[in-house]
């Protein structure tokens, strides 16, 4: 895919640019000569006879033949978010000939101010395979040479009123294989767009197009993106199609297992998202933002729930309430938290086995790998998605998680059985697992049966040159305390300080509706723990990420979904930058790493085992994969 198509996008536009990824910049139609790229002035001819269109009303529906309609108030709006800081112009460049190559050189002649539309199209193709393409309406700025040729017809025809189409649609480019070039059409009330994309499609859609992009969408949103299921149903049937025709049992290599088991993964994936997609009824996202915050709202249906993945979803979420009982036992003092109230037993038959890492079993040996399964186990979402989880400024940020199970104490227990079974001593490898984790004695006053970790190396043993906040981060440790019906996990300086501490004070009050699993309400650092980075990174500048999944039962097993999120754009602007700062600095202590092993290698090659060392112990992340019913 092109770089500057492929940045972070919203969803709807990612999906977009996905399906241009292979195509190839292409020339503007011949016979229609560039305007020079700097600022224009209108012309007679943009307030010419000719008649714009007739735009069929709102044009929210999206026509038949998509597979996601894509609406947006301006280009700019949607640029700041992909390329934060370019020109616009240069942006404009870059992105939009990878989305449309038609375009070819005009895409510095587009309005970054005015609306856009797109649809993602499915085209014809060989074999009965139908490639997945993308047409758009482009806005050209006032003055443009493109729009006066059209409607002087040098270079171009008219194919209805107000729409004009090049007079040859031959492919344009190196060896014929780029796409035609754009069409021209008027926009009301006034200004000119470029149709860009298959000819057949703007043969189908061109009054949609201009009804599209002659308005901006509802609440001059930035992004709307409407998904057409029963499109959508057609190409995963085309696509499970294709898939079972490679089987390895069918084509004679059933003999490979590797080969079976990559193929049997894949299917079983294709299949899980073929349920969703069959059930699934409407789904619609809205992106706005202001000058303080973006706002996201997405709503989706089941219209009933045929597959087991559908199931699944709608049992997890609708008639569950986000645990606003587990969020009460909090201090008032919390200033970030998520409560979740899914019952994550629904996905119990579809969720794949816990993936071992090979790797840490060649290094650090089979119990080390059982301990960290039963710490997922134990604080996943696969063993309760009935948590909470709150986050404090205090000892450099504090983050407690109430999770709740059936017996807290057997559950401790377990994963302290394993803990304590792997062994202390280093590895073949040159690994010791005591590098990785230890169990410390718990300090006094916290209850019975809990139990105290470090999930990093030891502090003692870092180099006198690591950074401050570095050694910070190894001091702190993990408390792990039962209490009736939950286990409470507290990750501080001082964990037992702050279990202390919780029994004083007024308590967090949360209030949530009866239909809503899930309730946000996160700063900026609380954002980053849970997104996996260390407690106590960033910082809180900006107001919280504000969310909720609201649900109501559809039909006899069909479910309703709406997301409500905003964001505050210096909120996420610090969590942007945070993560862009570790990822530069996981790459970095990789590389360390990496060198250090070489280098440990080659002293075990010279003198026999030595000792070994490894970054810190993360808490896991959930592992939600689906697999249908019955599988390995």
């Not at 040098?154 to 780029?178: C, F, K, L, M, N």
């Not at 399964?373 to 979402?381: H, R």
């Not at 650092?525 to 990420?545: E, I, K, Q, W, Y």
Request: aromatic residues 4%.
């Amino acid at each position: 895919m092109k770089k500057a198509a492929s940045v972070s996008l919203t969803l709807a536009l990612a999906l977009v640019a996905a399906a241009s990824c292979n195509k190839n910049n292409n020339p503007a139609p011949s016979g229609a000569a560039r305007a020079d790229a700097g600022a224009a002035t209108p012309t007679a001819g943009d307030a010419g006879a000719a008649p714009a269109p007739s735009t069929q009303g709102p044009s929210e529906a999206v026509p038949a033949n998509a597979l996601v309609g894509l609406r947006g108030g301006s280009l700019r709006k949607v640029l700041n978010l992909i390329a934060p800081g370019a020109p616009t112009r240069l942006a404009l460049g870059q992105v939009i000939p990878g989305i449309t190559p038609g375009v070819g050189e005009h895409g510095v002649d587009l309005d970054p101010d005015a609306p856009f539309a797109a649809l993602m199209v499915t085209g014809q193709g060989a074999n009965g395979r139908a490639p997945i393409t993308v047409a758009a309406a482009w806005p050209l700025r006032p003055g443009m040479s493109l729009a006066q040729d059209a409607q002087a017809l040098r270079g171009y025809r008219q194919a209805s009123p107000g729409v004009y189409r090049p007079t040859s649609d031959a492919p344009q480019g190196d060896g014929g294989v780029a796409a035609p070039p754009c069409w021209v059409a008027r926009r009301a009330p006034v200004g000119w767009v470029l149709l860009c994309g298959p000819t057949e499609v703007l043969e189908r859609n061109a009054t949609w197009f201009v009804a599209a992009a002659s308005q901006a969408p509802e609440g001059d949103a930035v992004l709307d993106a409407t998904l057409r299921a029963e499109r959508v149903r057609a190409v995963f049937a085309q696509q499970i199609e294709a898939l079972e025709a490679q089987d390895p049992r069918r084509t004679g290599q059933g003999a490979e297992r590797a080969r079976v088991e990559a193929y049997d993964e894949a299917h079983r994936s294709a299949l899980n998202t073929k349920q969703l997609v069959d059930d699934l009824s409407l789904l619609h996202l809205r992106l706005t933002v202001d000058e303080n915050a973006y706002h996201i709202r997405g709503e989706g249906e089941f219209a009933r729930a045929t597959g087991a993945s559908t199931r699944a979803i709608v049992g997890t979420a609708v008639g569950h309430r986000a645990a606003v009982d587990l969020l009460a036992q909090l201090p008032a003092t919390v200033n970030s938290y998520f409560a979740a109230g899914l019952d994550m037993s629904a996905f119990a038959p579809l969720l794949s086995p816990p993936e071992e890492d090979p790797r840490a079993r060649q290094m650090l040996g089979p119990e080390f790998v059982r301990f960290q399964q039963s710490l997922n186990e134990t604080t996943g979402f696969r063993r309760s998605g009935e948590r909470a989880m709150g986050f404090l400024a205090e000892d450099g940020g504090t983050k407690i998680e109430l999770i709740r199970v059936a017996d807290p104490a057997a559950a401790i227990t377990a994963l302290r059985n394993a803990a304590v079974a792997v062994p202390r001593t280093p590895r073949p490898s040159g690994m010791n697992p005591a590098d990785q984790f230890a169990v410390l004695p718990n300090p006094p006053g916290v209850p019975a049966g809990t139990l105290r970790m470090r999930l990093g190396p030891d502090p003692a043993r870092l180099p006198p040159n690591v950074p401050a906040e570095v050694r910070r981060m190894y001091q702190r440790s993990v408390l792990v305390v039962p209490q009736e019906g939950f286990i409470m996990l507290i990750d501080a300086a001082d964990p037992a300080a702050r279990f202390r501490a919780l029994s004083q004070g007024p308590r967090l009050a949360v209030t949530a509706n009866e239909n809503q699993p899930l309730l946000v309400h996160l700063t900026a650092a609380g954002v980053l723990s849970m997104l996996g980075a260390p407690a106590g990174t960033g910082t809180n500048n900006g107001d919280p990420v504000e969310g909720t999944l609201t649900t109501r039962r559809v039909g006899d097993n069909g479910g309703h979904f709406d997301l409500s999120l905003d964001a505050p754009i210096v909120t996420v602007n610090n969590v942007r930058d945070t993560v862009a700062a570790l990822q530069a600095q996981a790459m970095e202590q990789a590389q360390r790493q990496r060198q250090a092993m070489q280098q440990a290698q080659q002293a075990q090659r010279r003198a026999g085992p030595g000792g070994g060392g490894g970054g810190p112990l993360r808490l896991p992340e959930p592992n939600v994969q689906l697999q249908p019913p019955g599988g390995p």
